[in-house]
């Protein structure tokens, strides 16, 4: 009797693991799955709907969070992980992973401040530093009303919004502050998540855009899709050239555009404070991570075409949900690093 | 035909009933020391590095990885006592309402409504307490807070500040509202199973509804009351989301309950999917060890008071 259990029990196991990991039958490939970023979920969730609708591929895709995603990744109970943050060199190394950016998007500061309308503020780096470190109070403070001389700020208390959860969003923005205050680097850091020395958090970035509704005289920074879905009041950054730069598809796509991908190993890149007079300094691009040796060279050819796809034909679809896609000369080098990466256990490329 | 079945099918029977109940009791043991060890295998790293300042420390910086739980520990009791404060009060006059004063057409509807208000998810109260009473009462009720209770010498300093809405005593107050529900129809279960002949007695020798709640009533069930008001406080102990939601989730500590603060569940609601790094996760994990400790102390204090009350009892007679 315990035997057959035994083996029943055994046999429900290997079934599961089998439905879980879609990718291990031998042939055709059905499906493939992936675990990660919650931020990218929808587009994803979209390109594989009309990605099955016209190969019958399905993508089994759980949005976990970009930490359960890498670790997935490592432990290779999934074809991809996608994270919002980028892995160091030393990392991908270390696990044999290779990472590619997929889609971008931009961190936003949004205000409540009773007469201002969106795109009217303009606050300085050093301003949103000195807010987000609780140094600066209140929105008629000189350094605030410097920057915008035709404006009539209330001596109203700013209430600075951070996210309470874990999230990449809080790792792009912590990484714009610490990259143009060593003040911020040194008491606060770049993590997804910190220890803020002010004001309260919200769950998501709908729990900041609900919060920065609500509390007049209220600083958050939510996604732009968040922002520009809420009409929430987004202001005007300065970027490296100097120049206040609204929030938009265009200047996020200056900001990868501008960015160095050919020199940095792994595509390294984090697209805070990217050079050009028209880049938005809190853009970030979402990461897709792969094992560079592949087990399954036929699902890892269905993964790449797979994104291939997205990249060529989703453009439109992403933009739909405001998300931005990438540039075509970043597509580009991403698809030649396919080439000579990803390569199966006797060492020939996968792709093309 | 007779209801016991005899010989030796019946007693196999018998053998298997017991051990099959024997088994479900010894499981949820089972369940709980294999909760607790491996609580305590996840939480050794963080334990072992910070020792026991992790629970009187206010530091918690995931960049630096040093962590101390003292902020949750104070927000999670805090946000329960006020929660108790207030249901246990609002339960209580449920209840007796209900088995005492209420006219019979009316009992049925709002013991239903009660517990159809038990049977709401925490993150209905959450997003409520969220969208329509933080504002309510960030906008009409806080700033009057402040400017009377916020005035008092002693008690001030706990509630001055600015009426954000959202905070400490926000979380506590709806808190207090998801355990209502759920004491009172314990509650009222309990004062209902009173045999009527001990109260009429009461007021047939001249008693009030008070007398008869205070001497018949509260006597006889109090076993039932106090255990009710510690599931209602491992409710309060426990809840995430809705907390979540309305406590301003900020790691630090203030005095003023209208400021954000942060529990323990919450932190672990907020943090955990991201968390990297042994040191992160495991202090995650110290904390749900702590939180444990605290339900098991809530009920081991529970099981004191009850001890006590039959130990008077004994005196008494």
């Not at chain 1, 083996?7 to 079934?15: K, S």
């Not at chain 2, 943090?271 to 102390?297: C, N």
Request: proline share 6%; aromatic share 10%.
């Amino acid at each position: 009797m315990k035997t057959t259990a035994y083996i029943f029990l055994m046999a429900m196991v290997a079934a599961i693991c089998s439905m879980e990991t879609g990718g291990s039958y031998a042939g055709e490939v059905k499906a493939i799955s992936g675990a990660g970023a919650t931020f990218p979920y929808p587009i994803y969730a979209k390109w594989a709907s009309a990605y099955y609708k016209l190969t019958g591929i399905k993508l089994n895709y759980q949005s976990i969070g970009s930490g359960g995603g890498i670790k997935q990744i490592k432990a290779k109970t999934v074809d991809f992980g996608a994270s919002d943050a980028p892995l160091k060199p030393e990392e991908l190394d270390k696990w044999g992973l290779f990472q590619f950016p997929m889609i971008m998007g931009g961190v936003v500061p949004v205000v409540n401040i009773p007469g201002i309308k969106p795109g009217q503020l303009r606050i300085s780096n050093k301003t949103l530093v000195d807010i987000y470190l609780g140094k600066i109070r209140k929105w008629n403070d000189p350094a605030i009303a410097r920057e915008n001389p035709g404006l009539n700020l209330p001596g109203m208390n700013i209430t600075v919004v951070h996210r309470s959860d874990g999230s990449g969003t809080t790792w792009i923005f912590t990484n714009f502050l610490s990259k143009v205050s060593p003040e911020w680097k040194e008491k606060v850091g770049n993590a997804k998540a910190v220890a803020w020395p002010t004001g309260i958090g919200g769950k998501g970035n709908e729990g900041v855009a609900s919060y920065v509704k609500r509390i007049r005289g209220s600083l958050g920074y939510v996604e732009y899709a968040y922002a520009l879905q809420n009409r929430l009041t987004y202001i005007k950054l300065k970027n490296r050239a100097g120049a206040f730069v609204e929030p938009n598809m265009d200047t996020f796509q200056a900001a990868a555009a501008n960015a160095d991908w050919e020199g940095s190993k792994g595509f390294y890149v984090v697209l805070t404070d990217q050079p050009g007079k028209d880049s938005w300094p809190i853009t970030g691009a979402s990461f897709i991570l792969l094992q560079k040796v592949q087990d399954k060279p036929e699902v890892a050819k269905a993964v790449l075409s797979f994104f291939d796809w997205c990249y060529k034909n989703g453009q439109e679809m992403a933009k739909k949900l405001d998300y931005v896609p990438m540039p075509e000369k970043v597509v580009n080098l991403v698809e030649e690093a396919w080439k000579t990466q990803i390569k199966d256990k006797d060492g020939n490329p996968v792709w093309p | 035909m007779s209801i016991v079945r005899s010989g030796i099918r019946g007693r196999i029977l018998d053998v298997v009933f017991a051990n099959g109940t024997r088994i479900c009791a010894f499981l949820v043991l089972l369940i709980i020391v294999a909760i607790m060890v491996s609580l305590l295998i996840g939480a050794w790293p963080a334990l072992k590095k910070f020792g026991p300042s992790f629970i009187i420390s206010k530091e918690w910086n995931p960049v630096t990885e040093q962590f101390g739980a003292l902020v949750a520990i104070y927000g999670t009791v805090v946000t329960s006592i006020i929660a108790m404060l207030i249901g246990v009060p609002v339960s209580f006059g449920i209840a007796i309402f209900i088995t005492e004063l209420c006219p019979a057409w009316l009992k049925q509807p709002i013991a239903t409504a009660i517990e159809l208000l038990a049977a709401i998810p925490s993150i209905i109260y959450g997003m409520w307490g969220l969208f329509v009473f933080a504002p309510f009462f960030g906008d009409h009720i806080e700033p009057w807070i402040s400017d009377t209770l916020g005035r008092l010498p002693v008690i001030g300093p706990l509630f001055s500040g600015p009426p954000l809405g959202i905070g400490v005593l926000t979380a506590g107050i709806i808190l207090g509202i998801m355990v209502i529900p759920f004491m009172a129809s314990v509650f009222r279960d309990l004062f209902e199973v009173v045999p009527p002949v001990l109260k009429e007695s009461a007021y047939g020798i001249g008693a009030t509804t008070w007398e008869v709640i205070k001497k018949i009533v509260l006597p006889y069930t109090k076993v039932g009351v106090v255990g009710a008001i510690m599931l209602g406080l491992g409710r309060a102990l426990g809840e995430t989301m809705a907390v979540t939601f309305v406590i301003g989730n900020a790691d630090r500590l203030e005095t003023s309950l209208l400021m954000p603060g942060n529990t323990i569940s919450s932190s672990l609601a907020n943090q955990f999917t991201e968390a990297v790094g042994e040191i992160y996760t495991s202090s995650l994990i110290a904390l749900g060890l702590i939180l444990f400790f605290l339900t098991f102390m809530v009920l081991a204090l529970a099981k004191y008071l009850l001890i006590r009350l039959t130990l008077k009892e004994g005196v008494r007679t």
